[in-house]
């Protein structure tokens, strides 16, 4: 057995090592040292770090390569849509709150909408109904915070995205790089919602095409 074969016998019983090269919290040098003394062992011979090191860095290659087509598929079939006209009111809540707010709720018009994100402690809700922030800001319940003209970038993923890992990191990541503040985050099995300033929808879209275009390279 070579050593990149044995380095990869033993990545593969040990997953966290992969996983901690890929993420930078172990670099290459610190991860070949590490597995050094198992690679003797089972080759019962002397070798070096750089050879360790080597076959860890083809690893890595094959590994993000395989990862690579099965996320870029999945972002293939991804569509957006795009809401306006949102309220994001931050609570500090208590149990009797989220009744208060649920009763509140059921006051909507047809077709507004109403999302609630939930902490150990403080508590999102997110509406475009005008009435409903008002209501919430005058129950008595302790409003933190509120953001007006907030917009949500809406991802539809398809199926296969379900098990495919990284696709929503990468939506996420990319936002970020084109300067977008994600507010706040719903996900439901097949939906991501990025609560935003209406006036970062362009470099939403921005983000959300490169990766589109990026995976016909």
Not at 155 to 166: H, Q
Not at 187 to 203: F, N
Not at 204 to 210: I, M
Request: some cysteine; hydrophobic content about 40%.
């Amino acid at each position: 057995m070579s050593i990149s074969q044995t380095v990869e016998e033993i990545v593969q019983e040990q997953p966290m090592l992969l996983w901690g090269v890929e993420t930078g919290v172990l670099n290459y040098s610190a991860a070949a040292e590490y597995i050094r003394p198992s690679v003797e062992r089972r080759l019962k011979k002397k070798v070096s770090t750089e050879s360790i090191l080597m076959g860890l860095r083809r690893m890595h290659l094959v590994h993000a390569k395989e990862v690579g087509k099965e996320l870029y598929a999945a972002i293939g079939g991804c569509k957006y849509s795009i809401e306006n006209g949102f309220t994001d009111i931050i609570i500090d809540y208590t149990m009797d709150d989220l009744q208060k707010i649920s009763k509140l709720a059921e006051t909507a018009e047809k077709g507004e909408n109403v999302s609630i994100i939930m902490g150990f402690k403080y508590a999102s809700i997110i509406t475009d109904s005008a009435e409903l922030a008002r209501n919430i800001e005058e129950s008595g319940i302790k409003v933190l915070d509120r953001i007006d003209n907030l917009a949500i970038f809406r991802i539809k993923l398809p199926k296969n995205a379900v098990e495919t890992p990284g696709v929503i990191s990468i939506f996420t990541s990319e936002f970020a790089k084109k300067g977008v503040n994600i507010i706040e985050l719903e996900s439901s099995y097949l939906e991501i919602g990025y609560v935003i300033a209406e006036e970062e929808i362009e470099k939403a879209l921005d983000a959300f095409h490169f990766l589109k275009n990026r995976k016909k390279l």
